[in-house]
C-alpha cells in the first residue's frame, strides 16, 4: 500500500511541475540563453548528457556548442565557460555576482548547508570565514613555521622507502606513505600532532572515514536527485549514509583533536599561547565571531581541501616522472648541480627552475580540481552577451583553458620546457586566465601557498634519493583518470619501484 502511494504522489508531482514549467514557460519572461541541447520538461537535458558531469565530457561538449554553453539538467540551470576571457568576468571581473558557492543535497549534509567556508554564500560569513583561516594557514609565516616539519616528514619518508627491501625491486604503492606524509603536514599545523606510522588506530580511522566522505560526495551517483526534486526519495538510502558519515566525522575531529585543545585554552585562559591553527580557530569562537559548529567546519574543509588535492597532485607527478624517465633525468641533474648532496629546503625551490616547472606541468596536464569548485550567481546576470539566470551553477573548465590546443603548444604533452619557454611568465597563482590550477579572484584557492612548497619538497627530496620506476615487467604506470564532482585522481594507485641512486 506504501509504494501505491508513493507512486501516486510522484506522479501527482511530476504532472504538477509539468504545468508549472509550461506555465512558466508560457508566462515568464524570455532570457537569451547560451547555446545547448534543447531540454525536454522536467528532465531538461539530463537524460541526454546523464550524470556524469566530468571535465572531458564538458570539454566535448565546448567543442560542438562553444566557449559557453548552458544545460537544463532537470531544475537546475548550468553554464559552462571555456574561454580565458569568459573565465575572467566569472573570477575577476564579474568575481561579486558570480562569487557564490552552488551547493548539492549531499554537500548540504556535509557543511549543514554551507556553514563552513568553502561551499558557503558570497557575503558576510564568507568574508568572515576567510578571515579567520588566513593566519593560522594562509599567511608566509605559516609556510615558515612549519617548512622544516614538512622537511621532516619527506626525510621520513625516504628514510622508510631506502629500509624497505621491496621498494627496490618489486616496488611499492608509494601513496600509501605520502597519504601519511600529508596528513602529519596538516596535523602539525592544525593541532601540533602528528601520527608515528601507517598502523597508527586514529590515523586509520581518519583515513577511513575521511575517504568515505570523499567517495560519497564525489560519485557521480546521486546527481539525478538533485536535479530532479521528485526523484530524491530514491536517494534516502544515500543520503542517510551521508548524515552518518558527517556525524561520525565531525565527533571524530571534536573527541580526538578539537575538545582538547579547547579545554586547555578553558584552563590556561587569557595566558594561553597560540601555537596551533585550532588555538587561533578557537580564540576566535570564545570571542563570538564563531561558533562551535564552524570551528569543526573549518577542520573538515581542511580535511578535504588540503589533504586531498595535494596528495592527488604529488601521485600525478610522480606518475608523469615514472613515465617520461628524461624528464626525470633532466629533473635530477638540476637538483645534483645546485644542491649536491644537501637535501631539498623551501627556501632552495626558488633556485630550481626546472623543478618548478615540474610542479607547473603537473598542475596543467593533471589538474586536481579541473572544473574548479563551482560557482553561482545569486541574481540574475549577463554573460558573454547572454541571461544567466539566478542561482545557476557555472563551471569553470579549468582543465580545457589549460589542455586547449589552440591556446597551448603541443598541450597533450607533459612538457616542463613550457614554463621556462614559451609560457615562462605564467604563474600557478592565476596571473594567466588560461592556467587557473587554483582558481583566481575572491574565491580562489588559498592552500596555494601550502600546496606548491610540499609539492615541490616531495618530488625533489624523492628524485635526488631514487630513480623512480615502473614495476618489473611493465614499461609504464598506468595513468587512467578517475573523475569526481570536483576531483581529477589517478585511477590506480601506482607501484613504483625506488632504486636508490649512487652519487
Not at 537524460?47 to 558531469?53: E, H, K, R, T
Not at 580564540?283 to 563570538?288: H, L
Not at 624523492?462 to 618489473?472: A, G, M, S, W, Y
Request: hydrophobic share 40%.
Amino acid at each position: 500500500m506504501d509504494l501505491v502511494l508513493l507512486e501516486k504522489a510522484l506522479l501527482g508531482l511530476f504532472a504538477a511541475v509539468t504545468l508549472a514549467i509550461v506555465v512558466s514557460k508560457l508566462c515568464g519572461k524570455r532570457f537569451k540563453l547560451p547555446p545547448g541541447p534543447t531540454p525536454v520538461p522536467i528532465f531538461g537535458n539530463w537524460l541526454q548528457v546523464g550524470d556524469d558531469l566530468n571535465h572531458r565530457l564538458l570539454t566535448d561538449m565546448a567543442r560542438r556548442f562553444g566557449e559557453i554553453f548552458h544545460l537544463l539538467m532537470g531544475v537546475r540551470d548550468l553554464v559552462v565557460v571555456s574561454s580565458p576571457d569568459l573565465a575572467r568576468e566569472v573570477l575577476h571581473a564579474q568575481g561579486v555576482e558570480f562569487g557564490s558557492r552552488t551547493r548539492n543535497v549531499v554537500l548540504d549534509i556535509f557543511t549543514d548547508k554551507g556553514q563552513d567556508m568553502v561551499f558557503t554564500v558570497y557575503g558576510d560569513h564568507w568574508r568572515k570565514m576567510r578571515r579567520i583561516m588566513t593566519v593560522p594557514f594562509f599567511t608566509n609565516k605559516v609556510v615558515q613555521q612549519n617548512r622544516a616539519g614538512w622537511e621532516e616528514e619527506a626525510r621520513l619518508v625516504v628514510e622508510e622507502l631506502k629500509t624497505n627491501p621491496t621498494a627496490a625491486t618489486e616496488g611499492v604503492v608509494i601513496r600509501r606513505r605520502l597519504q601519511l606524509m600529508m596528513y602529519n603536514d596538516m596535523y602539525r599545523i592544525m593541532f601540533d600532532k602528528r601520527f608515528d606510522s601507517v598502523d597508527d588506530p586514529l590515523f586509520n580511522k581518519l583515513k577511513a572515514i575521511n575517504f568515505e566522505r570523499s567517495r560519497l560526495s564525489q560519485s557521480f551517483e546521486f546527481n539525478y536527485g538533485d536535479f530532479i526534486p521528485i526523484l530524491r526519495p530514491f536517494l534516502r538510502r544515500y543520503l542517510n549514509k551521508c548524515k552518518e558519515v558527517k556525524d561520525h566525522r565531525l565527533q571524530l575531529f571534536h573527541e580526538h583533536f578539537v575538545a582538547q585543545r579547547k579545554k586547555m585554552m578553558e584552563e590556561k585562559g587569557s595566558k594561553m599561547e597560540l601555537e596551533c591553527a585550532i588555538d587561533h580557530i578557537l580564540d576566535a569562537e570564545r570571542k563570538g565571531e564563531i561558533n562551535y559548529d564552524n570551528v569543526l567546519y573549518i577542520v573538515e574543509n581542511i580535511n578535504v581541501a588540503a589533504l586531498e588535492t595535494t596528495l592527488w597532485s604529488i601521485e600525478w607527478g610522480i606518475a608523469e616522472l615514472v613515465n617520461n624517465p628524461e624528464i626525470q633525468r633532466k629533473l635530477g641533474a638540476e637538483l645534483d648541480a645546485v644542491l649536491g648532496r644537501d637535501q631539498i629546503t623551501e627556501p632552495d625551490l626558488q633556485r630550481l627552475p626546472y623543478l618548478q616547472a615540474v610542479v607547473k606541468e603537473t598542475l596543467r596536464y593533471r589538474m586536481a580540481i579541473p572544473l574548479l569548485v563551482p560557482h553561482m550567481n545569486l541574481n540574475h546576470a549577463k554573460l558573454g552577451g547572454y541571461d544567466i539566470p539566478g542561482e545557476s551553477k557555472i563551471l569553470v573548465n579549468a582543465w580545457w583553458l589549460a589542455n586547449n590546443p589552440a591556446h597551448w603548444r603541443k598541450p597533450e604533452e607533459f612538457r616542463p620546457e613550457r614554463f621556462l619557454e614559451e609560457e615562462a611568465k605564467v604563474e600557478a597563482s592565476g596571473n594567466d586566465f588560461r592556467y587557473l590550477p587554483f582558481g583566481a579572484g575572491r574565491r580562489s584557492c588559498p592552500g596555494i601557498i601550502l600546496a606548491l612548497p610540499i609539492i615541490g619538497i616531495t618530488l625533489g627530496r624523492l628524485v635526488q634519493n631514487f630513480e623512480l620506476l615502473p614495476p618489473p615487467g611493465q614499461a609504464k604506470i598506468d595513468t587512467t583518470e578517475k573523475a569526481g564532482q570536483f576531483s581529477l585522481q589517478i585511477m590506480k594507485h601506482s607501484t613504483v619501484v625506488c632504486k636508490p641512486r649512487v652519487f
